[in-house]
């Protein structure tokens, strides 16, 4: 297990555009994947990007493959390593939805996103991916690669009457887990 530090929202390193993977499949990339699977399983994250424990590279993981107790009416969205992503939105339609993150501890806030868009990238060895996602999919996407242009998500908010702490916003939630 490599449990790395989470970087917290005011350190400049999560505000860095990250540079592009140029060459796949080698140790190094094996170890960051390894390294952000353990750090995101031991946080409970359903996302993590590399910019979160200080890799300024543009890969992101996302999804379990397994239904998430605190979104329990999703369906589940496939273990995914994304890296180099390219998002495309499908329609103009924005939806608003509660978010939190673990560079944000403690805190949600309701952001809008695309609804629906196509992503592309690539996987670890280098693989071309090419998905469309709606709804919680969509957003989890769009959360994690705004994490590769330097944008938490509370830079998106409109409405910051919806931004708040968890325990407070949601009393009865046990899961108080971030994405
Ligand atoms: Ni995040």
Not at 23 to 42: E, I, R, V, W, Y
Request: aromatic content about 8%; glycine content about 8%; charged content about 25%.
């Amino acid at each position: 297990m490599a449990v790395k530090e989470i970087l917290k929202m005011g350190d400049p390193r999560l505000l860095r555009v990250a540079l592009e993977v140029d060459t796949f499949d080698t140790p190094q990339l094996t170890a960051l994947l390894k390294d952000m699977t353990d750090t995101m399983k031991h946080a409970q994250g359903v996302g993590l990007a590399a910019p979160q424990i200080g890799v300024n590279l543009q890969v992101v993981m996302f999804g379990t493959g397994e239904p998430n107790p605190r979104y329990p009416e999703e369906a589940p969205v496939a273990k995914t390593v994304l890296i180099n992503p390219i998002i495309k939105p499908l329609s103009e339609d924005t939806e608003e939805g509660w978010e939190g993150c673990l560079s944000v501890p403690g805190l949600r806030g309701k952001v809008p996103r695309w609804k629906s868009i196509q992503y592309s990238g690539f996987d670890e060895r280098g693989l071309p991916i090419q998905r469309e996602a709606n709804g919680f999919h969509a957003r989890m996407v769009q959360h994690e690669c705004d994490h590769l242009w330097g944008i938490l998500y509370p830079m998106r908010i409109k409405d910051f009457t919806q931004f708040g702490y968890t325990e407070v916003l949601f009393p009865g939630l046990s899961d108080a887990s971030d994405d």
